[in-house]
């Protein structure tokens, strides 16, 4: 079993909760949004949350996967996990502070949500504490609109999205957005279509400032950012009725999200070959796609 302080210990502990706490808040939004959403529109019964516990086969830890199906959002998920446990000869290698021992910690949220309809932008958001002999943050926000005529960093949700997650890092530094931006703006492309896969947000990894409860602020403030700004985009373009090539575009947009997620997500890499859990990891595939 690693060989751990329990400085660190008692610092992945306090992630873990907030990240569970965090869970349930965003659960509870999309539900109240699942309400909200007009009949004429969605007539389906609205969707609840399926909370499944899970154990972690390798070392120890687990998490809780929250899985959704409804008729505003057509799938989404929010997860969390917690693991202590050690790097593979491959992974150590490429992880700061792993080489000599590859024992780690980590803490982590991740959710996705694709709403069924193509006027309402789908989002990822995920946000992570990792300790090997070093300890760092990570994570994230992004929001990807599907139709073209949204697909501007000048749209009306681009820039609420954008100022909100500016908002956030600006209380701390404000070289961080502009950095952070730049970084997601970079992460989210599409090297074979040549193409960004949304309009983006903010990317940061290997957040060590040497504060701790600074970098454990911005943290949570990323988290509380996205839970503010998503739900105000829902509400905005939840009652716009849609056409049939809508949803075709929307289908089509949806491939470059699997093909990204499959491809190149680090997340989806790192969590195949640390021991995660595959029904969690791969709950960020759309529903239904095409490809033209």
Same mark, same amino acid.
């Given at each position: 079993?690693?060989?751990?302080t329990?400085?660190?210990e008692?610092?992945?502990?306090?992630?873990?909760?907030?990240f569970e706490?965090? #869970?349930q808040?965003?659960?509870?939004?999309?539900?109240r949004l699942?309400?909200?959403?007009p009949e004429t529109?969605?007539p389906e019964?609205?969707?609840?949350f399926?909370?499944r516990p899970?154990?972690?086969e390798?070392?120890?830890?687990?998490?809780i996967g929250?899985?959704?199906?409804?008729?505003l959002f057509e799938?989404?998920?929010?997860? %969390?996990?917690?693991a202590?446990?050690r790097?593979?000869p491959?992974?150590?290698?490429?992880m700061?502070?792993?080489a000599?021992?590859?024992?780690? !910690?980590?803490?982590?949220?991740?959710?996705?949500?694709?709403?069924?309809?193509?006027? !309402?932008?789908?989002?990822?958001?995920?946000t992570?504490f990792?300790? %090997?002999?070093?300890s760092?943050?990570?994570g994230?926000?992004d929001?990807?609109p599907?139709?073209?005529? #949204?697909?501007s960093?000048?749209?009306?949700?681009?820039?609420?999205?954008?100022?909100a997650?500016?908002a956030?890092?600006?209380?701390?530094?404000p070289?961080?957005?502009?950095?952070?931006?730049?970084?997601?703006?970079e992460y989210?492309?599409l090297?074979?279509?040549g193409?960004?896969?949304?309009?983006? *947000?903010?990317?940061?990894?290997?957040?060590?400032? *040497?504060?701790?409860?600074?970098?454990?602020?911005?943290?949570?403030?990323?988290?509380?950012?996205?839970?503010?700004?998503?739900?105000?985009?829902v509400?905005?373009?939840?009652?716009e009725?849609?056409t049939?090539?809508?949803?075709?575009?929307?289908? !089509?947009?949806r491939?470059r999200?699997?093909?990204?997620?499959l491809?190149y997500?680090?997340?989806t890499?790192?969590?195949?070959k640390?021991g995660?859990?595959?029904?969690t990891?791969?709950s960020?595939m759309?529903?239904? !796609?095409?490809?033209p």
């Open positions: 079993m690693p060989n751990l329990s400085e660190i008692a610092r992945r502990e306090r992630a873990k909760a907030w706490a965090l #869970q808040r965003i659960c509870a939004e999309l539900e699942e309400d909200e959403a529109l969605y019964t609205p969707g609840r399926d909370l899970w154990t972690r390798t070392g120890s830890g687990g998490g929250g899985f959704f199906s409804g008729r799938k989404a998920g929010v997860h %969390t996990s917690a202590t446990a790097f593979s491959e992974m150590a290698a490429a700061p502070g792993a000599e021992d590859p024992s780690y !910690v980590s803490a982590s949220i991740s959710l996705i949500v694709h709403p069924r309809s193509p006027r !309402v932008p789908a989002v990822h958001m995920n992570r990792l300790s %090997t002999a070093v760092w943050f990570g994230g926000a929001l990807t599907m139709l073209d005529e #949204q697909r960093q000048d749209a009306d949700d681009a820039k609420l999205f954008h100022a997650m500016q956030a890092c600006d209380a701390f530094d070289e961080w957005y502009p950095k952070y931006k730049a970084w997601c703006d989210f492309f090297p074979h279509r193409e960004p896969r949304g309009i983006g *947000g903010i990317f940061y990894d290997r957040h060590d400032t *040497g504060d701790f409860e600074r970098d454990f602020a911005f943290t949570r403030a990323v988290g509380e950012a996205f839970l503010d700004v998503y739900p105000k985009i509400r905005h373009r939840m009652d009725p849609w049939e090539a809508d949803r075709g575009e929307q289908l !089509v947009r491939g999200y699997v093909e990204f997620n491809l997500d680090r997340g890499m790192f969590g195949l640390a995660g859990n595959i029904a990891i791969l960020s759309p529903p239904l !796609v095409a490809w």
